[in-house]
């Protein structure tokens, strides 16, 4: 689990009400373009994948732009010093202590669809460590994020605090995964389908939105590989806060992305880490 670097109080509040801010301005920008006709890029166009064959399709929209655009401005606007990294327009002041880590719209391909299971992840981190995390859902009005002892949500049924749930094993687990796709190797693969054949229950599709939902207490673990750190800083300190674990498969810190493993119940992730570590 890391360890959250966390300022003092008064900052904290100042930089939480900031991402807050962040959530409600890009929400509005974005969901004019949901749902509707969009212009979409491949990111992976003349690309080719390590098997020689073409590139998986990366799809990028107009939103995706604009709402990195967005928040890249009033991060700039209003802490100079503070680095970020997003998803489209990369790293800038990479020496920061301060860095804003963005992924515009987690879930491109779903929002493409018309499915509400995206959002924009916001994270603030110190050092390599998580400060605060925030995902918005502007289609359904939720946002979820960390505080300083805590984590949170609001929505239609209201503002509430989150807790993970107990899980006692594997076999009591319901799974989440966005894609089986996210397991490019043999061995992932089949660390993958042994813990799946434990559940209780695995559900696809979901983002960010589905560890957002372990924080919640309704799914009890997620596990995913070749992610980007823009893909699961925001949802580290809010699960952790929430009560949950969040590493990868080998037990080091998630916030680099890579292989990763999310769980409500230390019992749960116990035995599954304990099949992804094999050799």
Sequence with gaps: MTKAAVPKPDSFDTLLSFALGLAKSSGALVLPYYRRPLDIENKNLGKTAHDGGAA????VTAADKA???????EVEARFPAHGILGEEYGSSRPDAPYQWVIDPIDGT????MG???WGTLIALTF???PVLGVMSQPFTSEVFWSTQTGARTTGPLGEHALKVRPCAGLAHAVL???SPNLFKTAHEKARWDDIMGRTKMTRYGGDCYVYCLVAAGMVDLVIEANLQSFDIAAVVPIIERAGGIVTTWDGGSPMNGGQIIAAGDKRAYNEAIAILQKT
Excluded at 56 to 59: A, G, K, Q, T
């Design 56 to 59: 998986e399709f990366d799809p």
């Design 127 to 129: 050092e390599g460590q």
């Design 176 to 178: 989440g995964c966005t």
């Design 109 to 112: 391909r779903a929002f493409m």
């Design 115 to 117: 499915l509400p299971t």
């Design 67 to 73: 709402v990195e655009e967005l928040i890249r401005r």
